[in-house]
């Protein structure tokens, strides 16, 4: 089993940055996928970012493609999303997920992941 724990959400003016970190614990959690998912309010969830084991091959969404950043540190079995120029459409939450099975974006944006957190609350105001 594993457990993830967000945090870092909150408010922020557009154009404004926040750095989400996702605590994992649990067996062999530093080996997982790790990715990042949102869903805003009277939304389906919207897959955001993915990482490899190894913190080399990352993928993101288009929408945030340039702006958001995947991170990890596996001695610290945390991963990271830095966010940089919000908008008022990036307001959600956002979900840390992981997934021990191949690093595949496209499944994973499909079907999301295994393991899930509770979500952090980012709120971007205009």
């Known amino acids: 089993q594993v457990q993830l724990v967000e945090s870092g959400g909150g408010l922020v003016q557009a154009g404004g940055s926040l750095r989400l970190s996702c605590a994992a614990s649990?067996?062999?959690?530093?080996?997982?996928?790790k990715g990042w998912f949102r869903q805003a309010p009277g939304k389906e969830r919207e897959f955001v970012a993915a990482i490899n084991w190894s913190g080399v091959t990352t993928y993101y969404a288009d929408s945030v493609k340039g702006r958001f950043t995947i991170s990890r540190d596996n001695a610290k079995n945390t991963v990271y999303l830095q966010m940089n120029s919000l908008k008022p459409e990036d307001t959600a939450n956002y979900y840390c997920a992981a997934d021990p099975g191949s690093y595949d974006p496209q499944r994973f944006r499909k079907r999301g992941m295994d393991y899930w957190g509770k979500g952090t609350l980012v709120t971007v105001s205009s």
């Open positions: 649990g067996r062999t959690a530093s080996n997982y996928v």
